[in-house]
Nanobody, 124 residues
């Protein structure tokens, strides 16, 4: 059974940094897409960043240059370094994964395994 467990959320002032981590278990192959999504109250879940097992990454325009996604295939972990955080970044952040032999589809509906979410709150 696939499990994704996030950690690292919290509260920070605007301009600050946080690092999210996700530990994945239950996968028999590292050939998968992993990603971070977020959902703010009253808004749809959106992709923040995704990364294929090769390291090829995608970033939403709103986080380019501020966030960095990375993964450790040997240890099945996924990280998101978030710098220069702004109040608009406040949301519940979710780790997601899906086995793939090709590329990632950067849509929440495509991913089939999710973590429970971790809250990020940025105050002005």
């Amino acid at each position: 059974q696939v499990q994704l467990v996030e950690s690292g959320g919290g509260s920070v002032q605007a301009g600050g940094s946080l690092r999210l981590s996700c530990a994945a278990s239950g996968y028999t192959s590292s050939t998968k897409c992993m990603g971070w999504f977020r959902q703010a109250p009253g808004k749809e879940r959106e992709a923040v960043a995704t990364i294929f097992h090769s390291g090829r990454a995608y970033y939403a325009d709103s986080v380019k240059g501020r966030f960095a996604i990375s993964r450790d295939n040997a240890n099945n972990t996924l990280d998101l370094q978030m710098n220069s955080l702004q109040p608009d970044d406040s949301a519940t952040y979710y780790c997601a994964a899906r086995w793939s032999s090709g590329s990632c589809v950067n849509s929440p509906s495509w991913f089939n395994h999710w973590g429970q979410g971790t809250q990020v709150t940025v105050s002005s």
